[in-house]
């Protein structure tokens, strides 16, 4: 591609580094730049802004916190990436707020400046008394915690009886197909004979939280 787009200057690029180390380098400064803009945006916004938290483990069993963070900018709403961290020993809220806290210390920011705290159900994040929502609470009562959930979870409750029970008929009919590895291969088979876009379904577990609207979207695009 270099030879064809690039022949004229094909020599001057050969002359430019482009190890691991300098690519690596030039990443890790862009996203230092990015990260740069979005604390300039939140430290001179007048609006307070919002977190929104999710503790997951990996493949390789090492817990990691994901943090984004919700602002006004330029009358939008805007929501960009905050930070990545590993949970290297326990996942309590302790070890959360810590990460949290170092974040704010090392980038001049405060919980004042917090309007509300975002965060699965899990009980690390929201549990009674040992979750990350209650030690935020004790340590800022003006911020508001609550769980990305439960307007799915309302959505589901308050849906007309006909569609509630479509709903529960497709539900069960994807759980059907997942739960054997066998259905699964005929499933795909028949996908791939059918021509359609996807060969696989998202399972629904109400323990992997998984929202039924990916669930029912998945059927919908197969037919």
């Known amino acids: 591609m270099a030879n064809i787009m690039l022949r004229k200057r094909l020599k001057e690029l050969s002359q430019i580094l482009f190890s691991n180390d300098t690519i690596s380098d030039r990443i890790e400064d862009m996203s230092k730049d ?14 307070k802004f919002s977190l929104q938290l999710d503790e997951t483990t990996d493949i390789s069993n090492l817990s990691q916190l994901t943090v984004f963070v919700r602002y006004v900018k330029d009358d939008v709403m ?39 705290v975002c965060s699965d159900g899990a009980p690390v994040m929201l549990g009674r008394k040992p979750g990350f929502g209650a030690v935020v609470k004790a340590d800022a009562p003006h911020i508001v915690t609550y769980c990305i959930l439960y307007r799915h979870a309302l959505a589901t409750k308050t849906l007309p009886p006909k569609l509630a029970e479509v709903l529960k008929i497709v539900v069960e009919c994807v759980n059907y197909v997942q739960t054997s590895a066998l259905r699964q291969r005929i499933f795909s088979k028949l996908c791939k004979e059918m021509g359609s876009e996807f060969e696989v379904l998202l399972y629904h577990s109400n323990i992997r939280r998984l929202f039924r609207e990916q669930v029912v979207l998945l059927p919908c695009v197969c037919n």
């Open 34 to 47: 990015i990260l740069a803009q979005v604390v300039a945006d939140l430290i001179s916004n007048k609006a």
């Open 78 to 116: 805007t929501e960009d990436f905050s930070f990545h961290k590993p949970l290297t020993t326990t996942t309590k809220a302790a070890n959360v707020q810590k990460l949290v806290d170092n974040f704010f210390k090392d980038n001049s920011l405060s919980r004042d400046m917090v309007s509300a």
